[in-house]
């Protein structure tokens, strides 16, 4: 029964992982500007925002990687193969869940960006 505990906080700390601090989720702008009133300045604006959660979204992208590979390396010698499967799919759950939200930005940016360009035709 001794050996089963060690193991368990074993399991414990690799299946919950470490989090750094500096793995900060990046927060998406609160508001975009609604192309079907919004100024050119405002447009420019907001392309300056999604421009940042893009830049901020690519840091924390990074950082996770590298969170994972430090993690990986550090416990190579004791991961089972199911240990380092779950840290894979965790890592690329984490990955995906970010880039579909950098994605559903640009796409509402986009979508505000067309509604801005038909509303000022000439």
């Known amino acids: 029964m ?3 505990i060690p193991a368990a906080a074993l399991a414990l700390v690799v299946v919950g992982g470490p989090t750094y601090a500096a793995c900060t989720y990046p927060t998406a702008p609160e508001k975009l500007p609604d192309g079907s009133v919004a100024t050119k300045e405002e447009m420019l604006a907001g392309k ?14 990074a950082c996770i990687k590298l969170e994972y590979d430090a993690q990986l390396a550090a416990d ?22 970010a880039v579909d939200e950098l994605d559903a930005v640009a796409n509402r940016f986009n979508e505000q960006i067309r509604v801005f360009n038909k509303a000022h035709q000439k």
Request: net charge positive; hydrophobic share 35%.
């Open 76 to 97: 190579a010698a004791t991961l089972t193969p199911e240990q380092k499967a779950e840290l894979e799919k965790r890592q690329t759950q984490k990955h995906n869940a």
């Open 48 to 61: 300056q925002l999604v421009q940042q959660y893009n830049k901020d979204m690519e840091a924390y992208l």
């Open 2 to 4: 001794k050996l089963f």
